[in-house]
């Protein structure tokens, strides 16, 4: 039994009570619920790993769909390996039977949330079927991000 004192009411005229079709309701948590412009999207840093049925590597900037907390949202992301905590190295597909890091820019969500992405949300069969890509957790959240271009400036002529 739910009830609230802070419904509009507009709500009565969208909805009988019918117990065929129950209402559902959902909700944020707090990390979640700051992030619903798109342009408050952070970076987000997981680790993840290829789902051991999809067939192909992933390969960077290739779009994902995420499935993240309540959100479901398409993102570019970037695979990495952390080389003993000396640099970061970019990959171009993500490792057979290893994780690794990945960045894309995505709703603020609390660090330990796990998540999976799709490569698409068809199902049939000119498509493959509908199959998980890739499963993980969130590390961190990233609001600025940094580049660091290594080497010394030549001017042109």
Known sequence: MFESHCLRCQLSSYYTYDPAYPLLLGGLLPAESHSSEPSSFNFVQVRLKRHRWFTRPLKTNDPLIV???WRRFQTIPIYS???HSIRVRMLKYTPEHMHCYGTFRGPGVL???GFCAFNTAADGAETGG????????????????QIEIDGNAVQDI
């Open 130 to 145: 509908f199959r998980i890509s890739a499963t993980g957790v969130v590390l961190s959240l990233v609001s600025t991000s």
């Open 67 to 69: 499935s993240l907390g």
């Open 111 to 113: 660090p330990n949330t």
């Open 81 to 83: 390996l952390d080389d």
